[in-house]
């Protein structure tokens, strides 16, 4: 089967969160074996599995010699032992440093802030995730405007109604800012 024009997964085992970039590599992975793969046996897609995670996963698997080797036929297997790998001891202290630092960039879009926290806030095992990350919006947000604002809603404010105060007065964008012109120029003339 040809995949040509089709994106192939690529493990990042460099990348700052490790945990986070094997989520998305392996859901990159799921969608190939369900959609262009989704004809090959299990075998064949190990095989897959096992060319996408590159030479630093293929290093990591060589060191599995407990495997037999029926289990090594089994793609449940491969994610097994590669989550074990990535998602080391939970760190809840160090999760919870990264989330309360974490502020909007000058340039940074709300879709991207919120999206961030939100990722950060799965290791921090905090007893109400979504307060956390509204609150969080509340201190971090780039913008004194949002803020006040978000403050002003006192105890009616969720963390839906944050991200939508907040994308609501988010700067729009240079193009948007020359077609909003052009549509007032129209309107007068």
Not at 39 to 61: F, H, M, P
Not at 136 to 153: A, D, H, P, Q
């Amino acid at each position: 089967m040809a995949l040509s024009g089709i994106e192939l997964p690529v493990m990042q085992w460099d990348g700052e969160n490790l945990k986070e970039n094997w989520r998305r590599f392996k859901q990159h992975v799921e969608l190939m074996f369900s959609g262009p793969l989704r004809s090959k046996n299990e075998a064949e897609k190990c095989s897959y599995l096992l060319i996408w995670v590159g030479q630093k996963g293929r290093d990591i698997y060589n060191t599995w010699s407990d495997i037999s080797e029926t289990n090594r036929g089994k793609l449940k297997t491969y994610y097994d032992r590669f989550e074990k790998h990535v998602n080391p001891k939970a760190n809840p202290v160090f999760a919870r440093y990264k989330f309360h630092n974490k502020i909007q960039g000058p340039t940074e879009p709300v879709e991207e802030f919120t999206t961030e926290l939100q990722l950060l806030a799965q290791d921090c095992e905090f007893h109400d995730q979504n307060e956390m990350v509204r609150d969080r919006i509340v201190f971090g947000t780039n913008s004194n405007k949002v803020r006040e604002k978000l403050i002003m809603e006192g105890a009616e404010l969720t963390l839906e109604k944050a991200i939508q105060i907040a994308r609501t007065y988010e700067k729009p964008k240079p193009n948007s800012k020359a077609c909003l012109l052009k549509t007032r120029k129209k309107a007068f003339t």
